[in-house]
């Protein structure tokens, strides 16, 4: 019986390149199948379905959280080295504030309360402009009917 190209998959290879954010398409591009065979590998093969599906999420998760630190601002600890001017070198662990990033705040907020933040602009047209009674008016010099006029101003309300 011949041999699946899935027999020569490795998981852990499918598991990191999930891991690192490889899309289906490109770790199919990967490890050398088509898209359409990873489909049927997810449908027909639980273990590789798993294997892809949690570290997708878990690579996810991890964006996810690089974005609300963008959004909110966070600290890190660092190592800052010094060096005087008689060459003595010193380290210093100090604590860094990255503070909040707007642009990473409204993408968290139009994408996330789209109905408060989303990123539209709504255009609200009220009262008549005129337009129906300058109509009628170039009708009649131009002697149409008046049930013509009518019907036109009503078309165009």
């Not at 490795?10 to 065979?37: P, Y």
């Amino acid at each position: 019986m011949q041999k699946s190209k899935y027999d020569e998959v490795s998981l852990k290879q499918v598991m990191e390149l999930a891991k690192n954010g490889l899309t289906e398409r490109q770790i199919a591009l990967e490890i050398g199948v088509s898209q359409k065979t990873i489909s049927v590998w997810k449908l027909k093969y639980t273990e590789f379905r798993d294997v892809l599906e949690t570290w997708k999420y878990d690579a996810d998760r991890k964006v996810e959280r690089s974005l609300f630190e963008r959004a909110t601002g966070y600290d890190h600890w660092e190592e800052r080295i010094f060096c005087n001017k008689d060459g003595i070198v010193t380290r210093v662990e100090t604590i860094k504030h990255y503070p909040p990033d707007v642009k990473a705040c409204m993408y968290w907020l139009n994408n996330r309360q789209k109905d408060i933040w989303a990123n539209r602009q709504e255009t609200v047209i009220s009262g008549t402009t005129g337009l129906a009674e300058k109509i009628a008016e170039a009708r009649e010099r131009s002697g149409k009917k008046e049930v013509e006029v009518k019907a036109d101003a009503e078309f165009l309300q």
